[in-house]
């Protein structure tokens, strides 16, 4: 759970298959977060929370080298996806109509331009393809990058 008011990463630790543990805290003890105003959140392993205009991720609860590179100066992240089955980081940009792939340090890998993105409000991978939540419709994008 992220709370960026605290300026902490909670996990919640399954104790068997009804119940959780308390919270505990995902961050180390040595890590000052600043989520940077991010309210969308991911992981894969690492953690990854964005705002419209940036991205951080954090590996074992230690801030990561990590700098997401995009194709234009005028991405505006509106939601994110990675799971540890994907092979890279999913940024859907809905104001330029586009899914940008980032590598694990962010570095860009490639991009699907496509109208319905400008509608777009979630993007889930597979390994084959990529999902869209446009309204109450989910389109299939076939991956071509």
Not at 114 to 128: C, G, N, W, Y
Request: hydrophobic share 40%; aromatic share 12%.
């Amino acid at each position: 759970m992220l709370d960026d008011a605290n300026k902490d990463i909670y996990k919640y630790i399954a104790i068997d298959t009804k119940s959780f543990a308390p919270r505990v805290s995902y961050l180390s003890a040595e890590t000052a977060a600043n989520f940077g105003g991010g309210k969308m959140m991911t992981i894969d392993g690492a953690v990854y929370i964005a705002s419209a205009s940036s991205m951080r991720k954090y590996t074992s609860g230690n801030k990561s080298d990590f700098k997401a590179v995009f194709p234009n100066k005028t991405a505006v992240i509106s939601q994110i996806f990675d799971s540890p089955d994907a092979p890279f980081t999913y940024v859907l940009d809905s104001k330029n109509s586009a899914i940008y792939t980032l590598e694990e340090t962010g570095a860009f890998h490639g991009q699907i331009v496509d109208p319905i993105l400008s509608s777009a409000s979630h993007v889930v991978s597979t390994v084959e393809d990529v999902y869209v939540l446009s309204g109450s419709k989910v389109y299939k994008i076939s991956k071509k990058i």
